[in-house]
């Protein structure tokens, strides 16, 4: 089955904790994407990935950092600098052909 | 900066209605437009892409339409069933691996 994992599902963290949020693709896609998605807002581009150990910030990045070491992975930490980090948090990749983007079912991360 | 703006917010219909959900960007250079349905507390799923050569595209129920010269995108679903109830999400911009999303049109459809 080719598709996108995000895991895990729901995570919970004390504040001042940083947190890794896996995201792993067997689509053989070069592209790959981090998004927030916030109540009431459209999704937020964090960090993008075209090729193995380059990315990208996007529009939100402060507070977040990413590796991508290889090409089905592409781990998320959110990191205690980022001060509101209660969020549903989607992974997703691409080709480099259509630009088409293929969605994860996403992680949802509570901060207390 | 581009913004994307759907309209209505939000519907609800009763089974059977045809529908149109527009979707409205402030540049009107759109690369690739993109629409996506979710679920609550789910991913987004792909529904329809609209390549930079073209002007619709069609999916069973589906089609969607891009006017680049006005920015504006609209999604037609056909013959709407309790199941199409969800949050439909349009997507685009001027960067072809970049998307910049609209807030969504949260459709519900009774039977």
């Known amino acids: 089955d080719g598709g996108i994992t995000q895991s895990p599902k729901y995570l919970f963290r004390k504040e001042g904790q940083n947190v890794t949020l896996s995201c792993e693709q067997n689509l053989n896609h070069d592209a790959m994407y981090w998004y927030r998605q916030d109540p009431g807002q459209g999704l937020r581009l964090i960090y993008y990935?075209?090729?193995?150990?380059?990315?990208q910030k996007g529009d939100i990045a402060e507070g977040y950092s990413v590796s991508r070491e290889k090409k089905e992975s592409f781990p998320l930490t959110v990191t205690s600098a980022q001060k509101n980090p209660t969020a549903f948090y989607l992974c997703?990749?691409?080709?480099?052909?259509?630009?088409?983007?293929?969605f994860g079912p996403g992680t949802r991360l509570t901060v207390t | 900066k581009q913004e994307v703006t759907q309209i209505p917010a939000a519907l609800s219909v009763p089974e059977g209605e045809n529908l149109v959900l527009n979707c409205s960007f402030t540049?009107?250079?759109?690369?690739?437009l993109q629409w996506f349905r979710q679920d609550p507390g789910k991913g987004l799923t792909s529904l329809l892409l609209?390549?930079?050569?073209?002007r619709e595209q069609t999916s069973g129920r589906l089609n969607a339409s891009l006017d680049k010269s006005s920015g504006r995108s609209t999604l037609y679903i056909a013959a709407s069933q309790p199941g199409d109830s969800a949050t439909y999400l349009c997507?685009?911009?001027?960067?072809?691996?970049?998307?910049?999303f609209g807030t969504g049109t949260r459709l519900q459809v009774f039977p």
């Open positions: 540049d009107s250079a759109i690369y690739n």
């Open positions: 997703a990749s691409g080709t480099g052909v259509s630009y088409e983007q293929y």
């Open positions: 997507a685009g911009g001027p960067y072809t691996d970049k998307l910049i």
């Open positions: 609209i390549q930079s050569s073209q």
């Open positions: 990935s075209q090729i193995v150990n380059d990315f």
